[in-house]
């Protein structure tokens, strides 16, 4: 049997489709390179708001998966933003990226590993790569012999034994052997017993020179291990931490390396752009061969590295074929199946993941008419994966420092949606309710939505109609190859109460459009619409499949996002200013004696008629 076939050879035990050894699976069998990234906690709670931000960008190249280290010390099995499990969490149920979680078993019981267990398995987790852990000064010895795991293949043992296959188990492997083991054959043994318990695949310790990892490999496939092994890379980053790895891994790194670092030790860009084209070297001797289906990249926590590595080494894509869905799915397993969501949350979609974390399912299919969807509060706007990274002043210079009248919040709502500057002189890139840049499919609508918010109408969330654009389109494909995609025409804004009601005598000239407006209070609940019954306003036709509808507009859920919506006025913008000062008074009116408003062209041929409705209105006032 070549080495070829022995690498997509898989381990026995079942496996199910949230598992990372299934998606491995696929793309081995494909022959379509793969990458990991890795990443520890932070220290502090703004240090887990940026994290995730870090997150989201990182997903758009699409890695396989991500991993999060266990530090027993900073308590990582617990609820604090900065412990192990809140940011795995975090990154599969609000960042959709399938999150595999490190645990450590030196110095814990079968207690405590079971209630770290518990608690991934609760919160969605379904990967975990099993560690015997650094033995350090602190930990005696004696007491740890005397404990039922010790080495990593117990751990692996005790998962499948306590779990059976709910859990996808990943091993560390070790190119030039353990250092604590007594001699590299025996390390392989080791390896092999890891996997034997029921470990999925290999993830390896960094080295230096490709051939390492080629000589392990052969070594491993020759001792009968059959497992992937995915080798580790680290772009070197800087001297002091260099000599520090090599110090706590007891790794051997290569005298030519440490000849260079040390002839450019204070050029720390030097040192980085060093790092960087030397991990790419690597990666591309790696990656040339069949023998190696991806990498898994030791980011220390910093982005603009392991991006600048992966797209010199042709890994980082940006491709709308790994679109499955308009909106970016939660890659919690409970979640599979979810294929429609209201399009209410689509700028804020953490926000409506977090307030549906409780539902037993989650629609498929079709959303249907439900009366009432138990959706959850959403009482802290300061949960970190929700929180708003941008700090106050740098708000108050896009939001206005002080805000002297309404038009200055009209001009701002311009200026995001232009990209041209405010009248401070700066740009505007985000709002509370689109915290990031506006999507590729609002630039055919660009010109329109200035226009309409320059005159008041404060958008918040908007497509163009498509009609039967391939599924493949860069900008609004999904669903993957040989489908066809539609869309309505969905505007949603803001508009005074006055003014809506000119709006009202204007919307039964234009039929084809379905309303649905609400005050904050909702005192005013007016609708054109059946008060239960979604309307699909994204949908897709695929070869062998019922039409897809992932994308709607349900009334029901709408009141649920009007209360987020208008609370984002107080908690994001108007607690920015002073109590009692003027800016805070008008953000406050205007949420006061606003409305929000959707509004569905069904007309998806044609389109139209949102912006004619709304010229209508416009006239309408200038002739009055």
């Known amino acids: ?244 790895l090599a110090q706590l891994s007891k790794l051997e790194i290569p005298q030519r390396i440490l000849d260079t670092v040390e002839s450019i030790k204070d050029n720390d860009e030097a040192i980085r752009h060093f790092g960087l084209v030397e991990a790419a070297n690597l990666c591309k001797k790696l990656l040339a061969s069949d023998d190696v289906p991806g990498i898994h990249i030791y980011t220390l926590n910093r982005e603009q590295v392991a991006v600048k590595l992966l797209k010199r080494v042709g890994l980082w894509r940006e491709e709308s074929i790994y679109k499955s869905l308009p909106w970016r799915p939660s890659a919690n397993g409970k979640r599979i199946l979810e ?47 929700l929180k708003n990274t941008t700090k106050k002043d740098e708000l108050l210079k896009m939001w206005g420092e002080k805000l002297d009248n309404v038009e200055d919040v009209y001009e701002i709502f311009t200026c995001f949606v232009s990209g041209e500057v405010n009248k401070y002189g700066h740009k505007v890139v985000s709002l509370p309710w689109n915290s990031d840049a506006l999507a590729l499919e609002t630039l055919f609508i660009k010109k329109s939505l200035e226009y309409i918010n320059s005159k008041g109408i404060l958008t918040i969330n908007s497509q163009p109609n498509v009609n039967a654009l391939p599924s493949t389109h860069e900008v609004f494909g999904w669903g993957g190859p040989n489908g066809y995609v539609y869309q309505k025409a969905y505007l949603e804004f803001f508009i005074s109460a006055e003014r809506f009601n000119l709006l009202l005598d204007v919307l039964p000239n234009y039929p084809m459009i379905n309303y649905h407006a609400l005050n904050l209070n909702e005192s005013l609940d007016v609708t054109n619409c059946d008060q239960q019954q979604p309307i699909a306003v994204t949908w897709g036709v695929f070869p062998g499949k019922e039409i897809l509808q992932p994308t709607v507009v349900d009334p029901t859920s709408f009141k649920y996002w009007k209360d987020e919506a208008f609370a984002l006025w107080t908690n994001q913008w108007a607690n920015l200013y002073p109590e009692g000062s003027k800016s805070r008074q008008l953000i406050t009116d205007i949420t006061n004696d606003f409305v929000l408003v959707n509004m569905v062209d069904n007309d998806f041929i044609q389109g139209g008629n949102l912006w004619k409705a709304l010229d209508q209105l416009f006239s309408h006032e200038e002739n009055k």
């Open 339 to 385: 294929d429609v969501r209201p399009i209410f949350w689509a700028s804020r979609p953490k926000s409506y993941v977090h307030r549906t974390m409780m539902w037993d399912e989650y629609p498929n299919g079709r959303w249907g008419s439900s009366a009432s969807p138990a959706f959850g509060e959403l009482k802290d706007y300061h949960i970190f994966y």
């Open 1 to 244: 049997m070549s080495e070829k076939t022995l690498i997509t050879d898989m381990v026995s035990h079942d496996c199910d489709e949230a598992h990372i050894i299934q998606k491995m699976r696929k793309r081995i069998s494909s022959g379509d390179k793969f990458y990991s990234l890795e990443f520890f906690p932070p220290r502090t709670d703004s240090g887990g708001v940026n994290l995730i931000a870090r997150f989201d960008r990182l997903a758009i190249g699409n890695p396989l998966f991500i991993d999060v280290t266990w530090h027993p010390k900073g308590n990582s099995g617990g609820d604090e933003v900065t412990a192990s499990l809140t940011i795995a969490s975090a990154a599969l149920n609000f960042c959709g990226l399938d999150t595999m979680l490190h645990m450590t078993c030196i110095n814990s019981s079968t207690e405590d590993i079971d209630k770290y267990l518990r608690k991934a398995k609760k919160q969605g987790l379904r990967n975990i790569l099993a560690l015997r852990g650094d033995i350090s000064d602190t930990v005696d010895e004696s007491v740890r012999q005397g404990k039922e795991l010790k080495y990593a293949s117990d751990l692996v043992k005790h998962i499948r034994n306590e779990y059976g296959n709910y859990f996808g188990i990943a091993v560390a492997g070790y190119p030039t052997g353990h250092p604590e083991c007594i001699s590299y054959k025996d390390d392989i043994q080791r390896l092999k017993a890891k996997l034997d318990a029921g470990g999925d695949f290999v993830v390896t310790q960094l080295f230096f020179d490709a051939e390492t990892y080629f000589k392990y490999l052969r070594d491993c496939r020759k001792a009968g291990i059959t497992a992937p092994i995915i080798p580790g890379v680290l772009p070197i980053q800087g001297y002091s931490s260099l000599r520090q």
